[in-house]
């Protein structure tokens, strides 16, 4: 059965309207500058910042999630639990687990928080996730202390209490909420829209610099001379027109040529700021001019080490705060599979396998799994863990040495 989730919204407490203070720290997007206004949305429009939340986005949407319970051996999948069918395929009936996880990554990156409203049973089990907009968010805590989430929707606010929502916060300055990146980097991002804008301007002008027309005399109209040049000569696709000039008019050039203004360095400066923001590697941007064979697959691996796990484990810690219930914390976790990012070429992963499996801490089974195959059955002997035959205990090696008599 489909629960709407609008109409599960609480209506607010009394005493909400006496809170003692906002922990929601207004970094406030706008002006910048270089003059131009960055917001999340303005942001985005830079191919960078685009290519930097996508890769993000997309990649932690697209790792394995599983729910698992502790067992006396590890651990094994619960899927028998609620939250395993949420996670892994559809948190609610509109959503699959892809898009509702690559959706609130892009809030993390953009606003610093991901929010989520939680919808749960009589018995308090989680039956559904709902993504909420960052920007229409504000925390609060009540005179008693207590934390709730102010929601602004078309019909006015709407409070919900600390476990109705599940939230992921970003870097901030009191661990409760998050600052934006994009706020916080804005006169970097700004630089780049600017610098865009200006080589959108010089070929739209028709790849040549702004001047003046010089006129010998007094003209009565110049209006009437600068819209008649700029209808003629002005814009890309009238470029390379020859130009006629009357009554000895002369056109000088007054316009810095992108050469001198370093126009392509800029741009090209302005794309590692931004791929430094938000720690990506250059070459996953498309920048390759420090990129070769060689260290690209370093590049890759230090990006799942420095950039994706500090992500993955806000993501998991975060679930298992807000979405286990009390009693299940100590018995089930959440946990993402990165292992499949850090897979070497296959002759590399043969070549631990079969380390591995000669040396006793891998089965055939183990690594079938690995491989994405599937399971020798026991019988068979697929979960045997096996030695070489010339290895033994150090203190046994002697005996072997020794006579039959000596024994």
């Known amino acids: 059965m489909k629960i709407p989730f609008i109409g599960r919204f609480i209506k607010s407490p009394k005493d909400a309207k006496n809170s003692l203070f906002s922990n929601a720290y207004a970094f406030f997007f706008g002006s910048t500058t270089s003059g131009k206004v960055v917001n999340e949305r303005t942001a985005m429009q830079t191919t960078a910042v685009y290519a930097c939340v996508r890769i ?14 502790h067992t006396e051996r590890g651990k094994e999948k619960a899927i028998d639990h609620n939250l395993y069918y949420l ?13 509702f996880r690559e959706t609130l990554m ?24 709902y993504p909420l907009l960052p920007d229409k968010m504000k925390v609060d805590r009540t005179s008693a202390g207590e934390l709730y989430y102010e929601y602004q929707t078309d019909t006015g606010p709407v409070i919900l209490r600390n476990y109705e929502v599940f939230h992921i916060p970003g870097l901030g300055f009191d661990g409760l909420v998050g600052y934006s990146p994009i706020a916080m980097a804005k006169n970097a991002i700004g630089m780049a829209i600017a610098t865009e804008e200006y080589g959108a301007k010089f070929f739209a002008n028709g790849a040549n610099p702004g001047g003046v027309l010089e006129h010998p005399g007094v003209l009565k109209d110049p209006k009437r001379v600068r819209d008649s040049w700029n209808a003629v000569y002005q814009g890309s696709g009238n470029a390379h027109r020859i130009a006629v000039l009357e009554e000895g008019m002369k056109f000088h050039s007054i316009g810095i040529p992108p050469e001198q203004a370093q126009f392509i360095a800029t741009r090209k400066f302005q794309l590692n700021e931004i791929a430094r923001i938000f720690r990506i590697p250059p070459h996953m941007i498309g920048d ?6 060689s260290n690209i697959e370093q590049q890759s691996r230090e990006f799942v080490k420095y950039t994706l796990d500090p992500w993955v484990s806000r993501w998991e810690q975060a679930i298992h705060k807000s979405l286990l219930k009390p009693d299940e914390k100590r018995q089930y976790f959440v946990k993402f599979n990165v292992d499949g990012l850090l ?29 994405d195959m599937n399971r020798i059955p026991e019988d068979q002997g697929g979960d045997l863990y096996l ?14 040495g020794q006579s039959d008599s000596e024994v």
């Open 288 to 293: 390759l001019d420090k990129s070769s064979f």
């Open 106 to 129: 892009g809030h993390l990156l953009l606003w610093g928080n991901a929010y989520a409203q939680i919808i749960r049973d009589g018995s308090g089990k989680v039956v559904a996730l």
């Open 387 to 400: 030695i070489n035959g010339n290895m033994t205990k150090l203190e046994d090696a002697g005996i072997f």
């Open 343 to 371: 897979r070497g070429d296959y002759e590399s992963r043969m070549n631990g396998y079969a380390i591995g499996r000669q040396n006793g801490w891998l089965s055939a089974n183990d690594i079938r799994e690995l491989e």
């Open 56 to 69: 993000l986005s997309e990649t932690l949407a697209s790792l394995p999630l599983h729910t698992y319970r």
């Open 87 to 99: 996670l892994h395929d559809e948190p609610n009936p509109e959503m699959t687990s892809f898009v």
